[in-house]
């Protein structure tokens, strides 16, 4: 038995004497340079943050509760919710429209789609904003037939119904690809069965297609929710009071331009956690019944 | 009880494609009679229950629930497809069960056997749910009730979709081999539902693999091949003295196999020529 090397293990070949309980965690060194590395750069990026007095905290600070950045946050918060509203219903129905047995209809939802999702939301601002040019005046009555009352198109059109109708216009065409791509996910055993039970094709698509499909869409959606909520401040070309126009409005008086655009950003990122917040909440309620 | 057939397939011809999956089938089905659909897969028996619940649509030939035409009506002397809300009452009058149950993923099991009771047939709600639970206890799975479907065996699943479908009190069932998808220790507990209510009188049309159910619970069986109803008769005239020489081949694929409630020898039926 003495043969046996010094640096074996004791007792290797008895299997009752190993319990893998008792293994100690290994020691892993790039795990460990990999903090080191993170360490360092947030430490020197803090800082940064702390000590180069262009920032200016103390005006950003000053700043962040002042009432025409308050209003711009709330000209914000509106134009998003009115947008995601018309986007989402529109959406739904255009993804209906696409998905409709109905060749024509299912053909110019998905023109829409393409025509729309290819125009920069910014050229669609401008655009809106100068609908005066293209068309004075604003008619109601029938086509090609007699007009009944039509208005000057400049004041239809201000800065908010501008930007009302370009964002919802182009809000619509992305939503309506991500509710599609959700009802296609649903399987077809689903409507099969809720025709099959005397459902009518509404009630089945309202009932039991569209809950089902929401958890697929309810991720995709609220990230687009978000990149809205931030693709509000092109508004802010077309003269619109939003968080980023009041905060320009503000720093092109007094030049304080970083300490300005830190409160536009605190506030960006405080809406956004909330939203996300909001949306894992979403998520975990349309994923009960699934796996 | 009139002469009238609950159910009446007259020369339905259905293709898909290039596919002829139809080719004019005939099939009465009276009031209490079960009826049950062999033959081999791609024969069109599928096709044919969902074609009869106009989950499809037929190209030809004609189906009539209680001598009411199915989908289509009579206007100023031509016939006419109904309306979605017609079809859909019509289909509220029969009860269907699939083979891969299709339970309603987001709705609780009491919900899924609830809910067309109240949408489709304007059932107060206390009331339908009395009638849930009536269902499911008689399915054995009343303490099943809030759980979810994905939360069940495939069987039990199974189960509840049937109590799903006899919700609305149809006037006949389709099944579409409601075995086939099951693993084979769970077959019977579907199939002992199947023939507790074929023993209490219900009408039903079912489509299954299972031979030896298919000769058990009918009163008349139907083979069918490409499409087409080769042979029809009393279980006894089928499995016994088969006619044609098709359906001779096809039991004599099955043939050999012990004759009891039991989907084993299914798997090995698919790789066997």
């Known amino acids: ?291 | 009880m009139s002469d009238t057939p609950v159910l009446r397939v007259r020369d339905v011809r259905k293709r898909f494609g290039d596919h002829v999956a139809l080719d004019g089938v005939s099939l009465d089905v009276h009031e209490g009679e079960v009826v049950t659909v062999i033959g081999p897969s791609g024969s069109g028996k599928s096709t044919l229950a969902r074609c009869v619940h106009q989950l499809e649509s037929i190209d030809g030939g004609a189906m009539y629930l209680d001598g009411e035409l199915l989908g289509y009506e009579f206007h100023r002397g031509h016939l006419r497809p109904l309306p979605d809300r017609r079809v859909a009452a019509q289909r509220g009058r029969m009860g269907m069960v699939f083979q891969q149950f299709n339970l309603f993923a987001h709705w609780s099991v009491l919900r899924n056997v609830i809910e067309a009771q109240v949408l489709v047939h304007g059932r107060r709600p206390e009331e339908a749910r009395r009638e849930a639970l009536r269902l499911l206890e008689r399915v054995g799975l009343a303490d099943k009730a809030d759980a979810h479907p994905r939360m069940l065996s495939g069987g039990q699943q199974q189960r509840v979709a049937i109590a799903r479908a006899l919700a609305t009190n149809p006037r006949i069932m389709l099944f579409d081999e409601p075995t086939s998808a099951l693993d084979p220790e769970l077959v019977d507990e579907v199939l002992s539902v199947v023939l507790d209510l074929a023993r209490g009188g219900m009408t039903m049309i079912i489509v299954t693999h299972e031979m030896s159910f298919a000769r058990e619970v009918a009163d008349r069986c139907v083979f069918m091949e490409k499409g087409q109803i080769v042979e029809t008769g009393t279980p006894e005239e089928i499995f016994d003295n088969p006619a044609s020489p098709r359906l001779r081949a096809f039991l004599s694929r099955y043939s050999g196999r012990p004759a009891q409630l039991s989907g084993e020898h299914l798997l090995e039926e698919e790789i066997t020529p």
Not at chain 1, 74 to 83: A, H, S, Y
Not at chain 1, 260 to 273: E, F, G, R, S
Not at chain 1, 274 to 289: A, C, P, T, V, Y
Request: glycine share 8%.
């Open chain 1, 1 to 291: 038995m003495s043969v046996a090397p010094p640096t074996m293990a004791p007792q290797a070949g008895a299997p009752q004497a190993v319990d893998v309980a008792a293994a100690r965690p290994r020691i892993r060194p790039l795990r460990w340079a990999a903090g080191a590395v993170l360490l360092v750069l947030v430490a020197q990026f803090a800082w940064f943050l702390v000590t180069n007095p262009r920032f200016e905290w103390p005006v950003a600070g000053r700043y962040l509760f002042d009432p025409n950045v308050l209003r711009g946050l709330g000209m914000t918060l509106v134009l998003t919710v009115i947008v995601m509203l018309l986007g989402s219903v529109l959406g739904v129905l255009l993804a209906a429209g696409r998905l409709s047995g109905f060749r024509p209809v299912a053909w110019a939802c998905g023109v829409y789609v393409t025509v729309f999702r290819s125009i920069p939301p910014l050229v669609q601002l401008i655009f809106w904003f100068n609908l005066g040019y293209l068309l004075p005046r604003i008619p109601l009555g029938i086509p090609f037939g007699p007009t009944f009352v039509s208005w000057p198109t400049n004041s239809v059109i201000s800065s908010l119904t501008a930007a009302v109708i370009g964002l919802t216009l182009h809000e619509t065409a992305y939503m309506a690809e991500i509710v599609r791509a959700g009802i296609l996910a649903v399987d077809g055993g689903q409507r099969d069965a809720a025709r099959a039970m005397g459902f009518t094709a509404r009630q089945s698509f309202v009932k039991v297609v569209l809950p089902q499909a929401m958890r697929v869409i309810v991720p995709p959606a609220g990230s687009e929710f978000i990149s809205l909520l931030k693709g509000t401040s092109l508004v802010s070309v077309i003269a619109m009071a939003d968080l980023l126009y009041s905060v320009q409005v503000i720093y092109n008086r007094t030049y304080e331009i970083v300490p300005l655009l830190i409160v536009a950003c605190a506030w960006y990122l405080v809406v956004v956690i909330s939203l996300s917040m909001g949306q894992r909440r979403l998520e975990r309620h349309f994923g009960k019944g699934q796996r």
